[in-house]
């Protein structure tokens, strides 16, 4: 991740340390008898509150998020329930052993005496109850201790090992996430400084709009401007304001959405003059560069869910055939009757074979076979998905450059076509109308430059994410 950092930041920071306006060129220098800008005050010229908490560093960040993370924890929190599965499927093969005590007591009295019933006719007995003379109930009190192993069982041999396949593809998905959740914090820290800059341009301009309202106004009391240059003036303030309240909330909703990328509900800003040199030390130790777009965690994530749809389907061919298990029990009963203990011990040897179950292990065979696949082609799409957009990301850096490099004309010429048209309206050459056009010309240039800087840092991050291993070591 600090490698991230380190690309990002410079970014950034190229972007922060860019000026408002570029300075003149010395051939183009305004006329020294130039009257200076009038003086201007206004409320929305304020910059906005800033938030309670800040971004010191790429550190700081990455560490928010690994703790506060509650995607990262759901991911961490599948991989301990793989390592479950994995120790249950383990239990299916161990031996077991199991106890158990029963404790009777006859609540009902033994019957004493000679309580025969006898046939009248023929003075034989027909029914002998015991004798009437005897006590109250009996205790009893039986222990047993029983022992099991299964000895062959093809089936659950197999689960252990997709147990285990499993436990790897979660923890795959977790590397991949880390990769993905860091990613989206750069962009969240990126496009939080971009509207930053976005926000002072268009303060910028708004300040402008109103220099160049008072200018009109100071020559309409002159006599030299008509009503519909101040119409025309006000109007370019009114579209400033305009742009100001959009990118401040812009400011806002990139505040909130970076609180919200690091696990908190309330807005985080980047401090401004954040030292970057203190993540330069660990700036090769994390986020290292992959050789090959096979080696990426999602990809090896996705061949693992084919193995393991794979297994499944054998899984189920196991199935029909037979287990072998053995089994011992060990048991006394002990009464009150005065009669000897009595033990008995055993041991069994089980052949469970498989004849018919309606059809349900047929069933559940072509379940598994459409299940595997659809995992390969959930792969190959992938790959396929990956391979061109790796090859797009790599042609987006040049596209940005480009992009950047024109953004950066544009907003040169747009500058000196706005001093030389302010210049000339305040000697009383030109029209209003020139004057609104090149204003809001150059605030467009501005928002375009900073939106294409922004681009640069997005194409360098996309660069570096899409073959990178953003794990940190546990």
């Known amino acids: 991740m600090a490698a991230l950092a ?12 860019a000026p408002a306006a570029p ?18 005050d206004d409320p929305m010229l304020a910059p906005i509150a800033p938030p309670k908490r800040f971004i010191a560093s790429w550190d700081d960040a990455a560490r928010l998020l690994r703790a ?8 961490y929190d599948d991989i301990l329930r793989a390592e479950a599965d994995s120790r249950t499927a383990l239990a299916a093969v161990l031996p077991t052993l199991s106890g158990s005590v029963t404790a009777t007591h006859t609540i009902l009295p033994k019957l004493g005496g000679s309580n025969n019933v006898v046939d009248p006719t023929t003075g034989n007995t027909l029914l002998s ?6 006590g109250g109930g009996a205790n009893s009190l039986s222990a047993s201790v029983r022992a099991s192993l299964t000895l062959v069982n093809l089936q659950a ?9 499993n436990e790897d593809a979660s923890r795959l998905t977790y590397q991949d996430l880390e990769r993905t959740t860091a990613a989206g914090l750069a962009d969240a820290i990126a496009q939080n400084v971009t509207n930053e800059r976005i926000s002072e341009l268009s303060r910028v301009g708004l300040r402008d709009a109103l220099e160049r309202l008072a200018l009109t106004e100071a020559k309409e009391r002159t006599g030299t401007a008509t009503g519909l240059d101040i119409v025309r003036a006000r109007q370019d303030v009114a579209s400033a304001r305009s742009s100001l309240v959009a990118s401040d909330e812009a400011v806002r909703k990139s505040r909130d ?37 096979a080696q990426r965690a999602d990809l090896l ?30 048991g006394t009963t002990v009464t009150d009757a005065g009669t000897p203990a009595r033990t008995t011990w055993n041991i069994q040897a089980i052949l469970a074979v498989p004849i018919w179950d309606g059809g349900a292990r047929y069933g559940a065979r072509r379940e598994a076979a459409a299940i595997a696949d659809q995992s390969a082609t959930s792969l190959e799409a992938l790959r396929r998905k990956s391979t061109v957009g790796l090859a797009q990301v790599r042609r987006s850096i040049d596209v940005a450059e480009d992009t950047r490099r024109v953004a950066q004309e544009s907003r040169d010429l747009a500058f000196e076509v706005d001093r030389l048209t302010r210049a000339a309206y305040q000697t ?3 029209t209003s109308l020139d004057l609104v056009t090149s204003a809001t010309a150059l605030r467009q240039a501005e928002v375009n430059l900073a939106v294409a800087e922004l681009g640069v840092v997005q194409a360098r991050l996309d660069n570096l994410l899409t073959l990178a291993n953003c794990a940190v070591a546990r």
Do not use: Y
């Open 6 to 17: 380190v690309m990002l930041l410079r970014g950034l920071a190229f972007a922060q340390a």
């Open 23 to 40: 300075p003149a060129p010395a051939s183009a220098a305004a006329p020294a008898d130039t009257p200076p800008s009038p003086s201007v």
């Open 68 to 75: 506060r993370s509650t995607d990262l924890r759901s991911a």
């Open 129 to 134: 109850t015991g004798s009437s003379s005897g």
């Open 157 to 165: 041999w197999h689960q252990i090992g997709t147990a285990h396949v």
């Open 257 to 293: 959405a970076l609180g919200l990328a690091l696990g908190f509900t309330e807005p985080i800003g980047v401090l401004p003059a954040t030292d970057l040199s203190s993540i330069e030390h660990g700036a090769l130790q994390a986020c290292r560069p992959l050789q090959d777009l």
């Open 301 to 330: 994530a996705a061949n693992k869910a084919v193995e393991i749809a794979k297994r499944h389907t054998t899984e189920v061919d196991l199935g029909f055939l037979p287990t072998l298990s053995a089994g011992s029990t060990l």
């Open 428 to 430: 009383g050459k030109g």
